[in-house]
């Protein structure tokens, strides 16, 4: 006959003897105690406490007492109900059956339908239709290990925790009734309103909802996903922290950085340590920063600590360096843009509600056109780039500078630069120490493929001009003023000059031009501020703001 069999005909005969027998609690108590001395090991005594029937029995050198019928026993503060209980008063152990509940004395609640207790060490072994509680969370499972003394639950074939719209799933797992921390192991999941969290191990608190990750882990919201073996995400306040290199993958973009810290119930995010931001568009944007901060709600981002964006086009990306960075949307700017376009001639896209703000030490760089300013505003909307305070623009061996400047952008490429006050533009020629010179109220600049194509100066228009021969060699020099001048340019170097309106000028030879008639007031020559490379760029120290 084997074990269940022989409990359940033992079971059968003892209900038989006692049906309807009502016995005061301290009779059975008072026999108990007389009878079984305290066990060697010190542990206490199972006491029983109340039931409808019971009886006593001996076998195989075994005492039991048989309870049934709302079963209470009592081990110190450990209370165990039940429909129908063995107790084992020589090894001082029980088995239960039905509606089995055990708590010790605090909000940990534990039921099934089959129990095997041992009191030596405060071990319970709850099997079928087992639940765990502490008041916050649900753990139901088919089979729970539970050592009442240190409050903590093992399962290993299958558990599931409820805790509000948050279910948890895994193989196996540890339930600390001491801290409420649940940790889940093999094929762990994590499903919410908000989140879906996939990972092998993860550590879960039943009243803080903070979920720890000690193991490659994805959190899937929509179509962003977090991934990240090092952090920790509150499904209650939406608020986590990420260390460890973590990423985030969305439809548009891919994010990586040494820290991050998120707060999807604001729609806000910091990314700290080499946070890199790289759009999935080959003609979008990427951002690399020591520090940037981003709020998706209202689409912007503040980017400091050697902030380097990247507006990307298929041959010429342009490099943006700052102090700091910002990006938003337009129509949420408080103050006014002054229009960029009068007479440019180029159509703008007004469906395009975003901008960018570069401030302090502004560095820009691309093959074609390298920059330097104190500000910088870039608008989608006109595709205009406008640099402010000391701003100069490079363009092959062409130095523009002016009090303003705004570069008119193509298809993402320099179609024109239009420069405000004081505008000097100056072409270096070769390896010599001479320059062609430009000088006006206003100066626009037309380019082609990246390269100088033409030059307008306007209102009080001056211009310094060596004419060469088809040997490169000096014919003369012209000095002229006007109202208005041009410079045509063929491969970056001016081929015609053509001056409008009120022209006052005189052609020299080389040798017979005064020193100071060889340049206009306020020629500075600044190639030491120019880029050289993109390299400079991404690699210039760190500094903080």
Not at 28 to 46: A, M
Not at 103 to 132: I, M, Q
Not at 415 to 432: G, H, M, P, W
Not at 519 to 536: A, C, D, T
Request: net charge positive.
């Amino acid at each position: 006959m084997n074990k269940w069999a022989y409990i359940i005909l033992f079971h059968c005969i003892s209900f038989s003897q006692v049906k309807g027998q009502q016995v005061p609690v301290s009779t059975i108590k008072d026999t108990v105690v007389s009878t079984y001395p305290p066990l060697e090991n010190g542990s206490k005594l199972i006491e029983f406490l109340s039931a409808e029937t019971y009886n006593v029995k001996k076998m195989d050198s075994m005492d039991y007492l048989i309870f049934v019928g709302h079963v209470k026993i009592r081990q110190g503060k450990t209370l165990l109900y039940g429909d129908s209980i063995i107790l084992n008063t020589t090894k001082n152990t029980l088995e239960g059956f039905g509606n089995i509940h055990i708590n010790d004395a605090d909000s940990v609640h534990t039921y099934a339908s089959y129990l095997k207790y041992l009191g030596a060490t405060k071990k319970a072994f709850l099997r079928k239709k087992v639940k765990l509680t502490d008041g916050k969370g649900l753990l139901t499972t088919d089979s729970l290990d539970y050592d009442v003394t240190v409050k903590l639950g093992s399962f290993k074939n299958g558990g599931k925790l409820v805790r509000n719209k948050t279910v948890l799933t895994s193989t196996e797992g540890l339930y600390y009734g001491e801290t409420r921390d649940v940790i889940f192991r093999k094929k762990v999941e994590l499903i919410d309103p908000e989140n879906n969290i996939i990972t092998d191990t993860l550590e879960y608190n039943t009243y803080t909802q903070l979920t720890n990750f000690i193991s490659p882990s994805k959190i899937i919201t929509g179509s962003r996903v977090i991934n990240t073996s090092n952090g920790n995400y509150n499904t209650g306040s939406r608020k986590g922290y990420m260390y460890d290199r973590s990423s985030i993958d969305d439809s548009t973009y891919h994010f990586v950085a040494d820290e991050m810290a998120v707060d999807d119930s604001l729609g806000m995010g910091e990314f700290k340590g080499n946070a890199i931001y790289t759009s999935k568009d080959t003609m979008g944007f990427d951002l690399k920063a020591n520090n940037i901060k981003a709020n998706k709600l209202k689409s912007t981002f503040l980017a400091t600590e050697n902030p380097l964006l990247l507006i990307k086009q298929k041959k010429d990306t342009l490099y943006i360096a700052a102090d700091t960075l910002y990006a938003g949307k337009i129509s949420d700017l408080k103050r006014k843009i002054p229009p960029a376009r009068d007479s440019v001639g180029i159509v703008t896209d007004t469906t395009l509600n975003k901008y960018f703000e570069a401030y302090h030490h502004v560095k820009i760089y691309s093959d074609s056109l390298q920059g330097k300013a104190d500000s910088l505003f870039y608008s989608l909307s006109d595709s205009t780039i406008r640099l402010i305070s000391d701003p100069i623009i490079w363009a092959n061996d062409n130095q523009i500078t002016g009090d303003t400047l705004y570069l008119f952008v193509k298809n993402k490429k320099p179609a024109q630069l239009y420069v405000f006050e004081n505008a000097f533009a100056i072409n270096k020629i070769d390896t010599t120490q001479y320059f062609n010179q430009l000088k006006g109220n206003k100066l626009n600049v037309w380019f082609e493929e990246g390269a100088v194509q033409k030059m307008r100066a306007k209102g009080n228009a001056e211009n310094v001009y060596f004419a060469l021969d088809n040997d490169k060699d000096f014919i003369g020099v012209n000095h002229s003023n006007a109202q208005i001048i041009e410079i045509s340019f063929e491969n970056n170097e001016p081929t015609k000059v053509v001056f409008k309106n009120q022209l006052i000028g005189k052609m020299t030879p080389l040798s017979k031009t005064p020193k100071e008639e060889l340049q206009i007031r306020g020629l500075k020559w600044q190639e030491n501020l120019r880029p050289k490379s993109k390299y400079e760029l991404i690699n210039r120290p760190l500094s903080k703001n």
